[in-house]
């Protein structure tokens, strides 16, 4: 069952609030530090939860490390700012890029340019990925499709970055790039947003998969449960539920029901 969260305009209004105010251990804080973890922790980086907290607190780091893990957490923290910062701006070529540059910048020579060598998805079973002189007119037909769509649901974010992902437009960072992009563009069309959490990796990685074989199911029920996670913390920020969620505390079960059901404020419909 995909459950619809609905969407509270107040989200990136606090965001942003926190961020201009440089509010500590608020929303944008903890949204901060989560993603860039999460996101990160993905693609195999390996600072811990505390090591990328006291990157975002203090720009240093304890214990360790490696130089490129440092990097990439804090660049994602300034790609984040400017996906705020840009939250009115259509997705559009330039935009893509310019995320990835701020993500790679320091840590790649072509950071913010496609790729320039054919790369593929894994190693052990790999799929192959858009011819290199292809990306430029793949990622322009991914965005003319996407952008005359009258109105965006949470099912065509999911197939745009499914697409994105399929055509690896940039030599790395792909991942961390399209879900940056799946959460602006969530907020951008008034949907709740997301974090790809580290727990439903497994079952994120396979929905992808099965999402190009047609099967959609697995990746809508995954995501969904993550929009839950996000939109009961931001409920606990604004003082409407009484603790944070992680989750550990309800891995989603899923089935073959696609129907969308409304939350109701007045119980409990979490599955």
């Not at 720009?59 to 923290?77: M, P, Q, R, T, Y």
């Not at 079952?203 to 990746?219: A, P, V």
């Amino acid at each position: 069952m995909i459950i619809d969260y609905g969407y509270d305009s107040n989200i990136v209004q606090l965001l942003t609030q926190d961020k201009k105010n440089n509010v500590k251990n608020g929303f944008y804080h903890f949204i901060q530090v989560q993603f860039a973890y999460c996101s990160n922790h993905i693609e195999g980086s390996t600072l811990t939860p505390e090591q990328t907290e006291l990157i975002y607190d203090k720009g240093e780091i304890s214990g360790k490390a490696k130089v490129n893990d440092v990097l990439e957490a804090a660049n994602h923290f300034r790609m984040f700012d400017y996906l705020l910062d840009s939250i009115n701006q259509p997705l559009d070529d330039e935009l893509i890029k310019n995320l990835h540059y701020i993500l790679r910048n320091g840590i790649d020579n072509d950071a913010g340019q496609y790729k320039k060598h054919q790369n593929q998805i894994g190693v052990i079973n790999p799929i192959s990925t858009t011819k290199v002189n292809d990306v430029p007119n793949a990622i322009d037909t991914l965005l003319s499709e996407y952008n005359k769509l009258e109105k965006v649901s949470f099912e065509d974010i999911l197939g745009f970055h499914c697409a994105f992902e399929k055509i690896h437009p940039f030599q790395d960072g792909n991942g961390r790039t399209g879900r940056a992009i799946m959460f602006r563009e969530c907020i951008r069309n008034s949907i709740m947003p997301f974090i790809v959490y580290e727990l439903y990796r497994p079952f994120y990685i396979s929905g992808l998969t099965e999402w190009r074989k047609g099967n959609r199911q697995q990746l809508l029920e995954t995501m969904n449960a993550c929009q839950e996670v996000f939109c009961q913390n931001y409920q606990y920020f604004i003082g409407q539920q009484n603790c944070l969620m992680t989750p550990k505390q309800n891995q989603r079960q899923f089935n073959n029901d696609t129907a969308v059901r409304k939350t109701d404020k007045n119980s409990d419909e979490r599955s």
